[in-house]
């Protein structure tokens, strides 16, 4: 069974920074984090391949940086600049074959 712990999450002030990781059990082709804001639909936020290769929601390039240890089987997100429309449940994703699996989510709130 597939078991995602993402940590991170919390409250911090408009330009702030914050770090996300989620450690997950086994080895997955493809690693990131989408996010969810009140009364939106779930985003895609950055994805990493095992090989290190990324993708990236053009709006967040130059503020958020996604990374992975494949030897800890842990995604990371640097999240700086951060805006009050940053505020979202960030949930953790991994993926292996077409099949995908979520974390249950972690709370960021920038406040003005």
């Known amino acids: 069974q597939v078991r995602l712990v993402e940590s991170g999450g919390g409250l911090v002030q408009t330009g702030g920074s914050l770090r996300l990781s989620c450690a997950a059990t086994?080895?997955?082709?493809?690693m990131g984090w989408y996010r969810q804001a009140p009364g939106k639909q779930r985003e895609l936020v950055a994805i990493?391949?095992?090989?290190?290769?990324?993708n990236y929601a053009d709006s967040l390039k130059g503020r958020f940086t996604v990374s992975r240890d494949n030897a800890k089987n842990t995604v990371y997100l640097q999240m700086n600049s951060l805006r009050p429309e940053d505020t979202a449940v960030y949930y953790c994703?991994?993926?292996?074959?077409?099949?995908?699996?979520w974390g249950k989510g972690t709370l960021v709130t920038v406040s003005s």
């Open positions: 086994g080895i997955f082709s493809r």
């Open positions: 990493i391949s095992s090989g290190g290769s990324t």
């Open positions: 994703y991994v993926g292996f074959f077409g099949v995908d699996y």
